[in-house]
């Protein structure tokens, strides 16, 4: 048995929702209606790689109500997993902090009065926490399960600033370092496959990772959607990007995951998005727990396990 309490090889986040809440928890996410800055002001031309349409589920509806978007995802997602033991209300579309404070208290505060919303996972960028918000948020935390998950991507400035992402490394570190001192829950988002960057140098990052120590973890290989900058400069410049197949991605991971504190817990491992929206597919569509398997198996195979290597 490993250190989070079972046999798998790395600490993953169905686990935590079995030792915290009794099983499984269903996130229901929510477009609210928010922006962020990079929509707002393009002159820097927003963020090269985004397309959110890929990531939002085909029954959400901004025109909606906050209350009417998360019972309709119940109603989707009870079919799909029927034993589930409530949910979370998942702020996931841009940046959920992106507004004023009382728009942002009404819009949470009205998904925490609905049916068996046990939390909210609130997600936003680094450079989107004011005082006033993060405040808030420490309120809110008392009552209940609050995770704030942060848009990372890379933590490398040279990155940031040629895919247009509008902060910095030490904004990022800022912002960990504010929640964390309100015990607030967070969750870092990262994307591997950026153009410019190696896998040498994800490896070195994750030393940085674990002294930010986000309680959870998103890893997403780098996808390039259609009619997006990424794309136009993927067609120009290939050579710039360090795109890795499903196998690679699996051996990746696997050596990724040896060097992470076994503390932190894994959301995902990998992105998914429909079809119709990638410019560029290397994966054959394979599906996200077909890709945890083999990630599983190769550990085993290996005998090795998150934190390995530490």
Known sequence: MFPWGNERRFNAYSHYCKIHY?????????????????????????????????????????????????????????????????????????????????????????????????????????????????????????????TVELGVESLHNETLAHIHRGHTVECTLEAFTKLHARKILTCAHLIFGLPGETPEQWFSDVQLLNELHPLFVKFHQLQIFKNTPMETEYNDHPERFHTLSADEYVQFLSDYLERLSPEIVIERLSAEAPPRFLAVSRWNLLRHDALVRKIEEEMVGRGTFQGFRL
Request: hydrophobic share 30%; with cysteine.
């Open 22 to 146: 009794g099983g499984r928890i269903q996130k229901l996410p929510v477009d609210a209606g928010f922006s962020c800055p990079n929509r707002v002001d393009r002159s820097h031309g927003g963020c090269t790689y985004c397309a959110n349409d890929a990531f939002s589920p085909s029954y959400l509806a901004e025109s909606d109500t906050v209350a009417t978007q998360l019972e309709r995802g119940k109603r989707f997602f009870e079919k799909r997993y029927p034993n589930n033991n409530g949910y979370f209300a998942y702020f996931q579309s841009y940046s959920n902090t992106y507004a004023p404070l009382d728009v942002l208290r009404q819009r949470y505060e009205l998904a925490l009065q609905v049916p068996d919303i046990k939390g909210l996972i609130i997600s936003t960028r680094p450079d989107c926490l004011p005082e006033e918000v993060l405040d808030y948020f420490s309120e809110l935390n008392t009552r209940t399960h609050l």
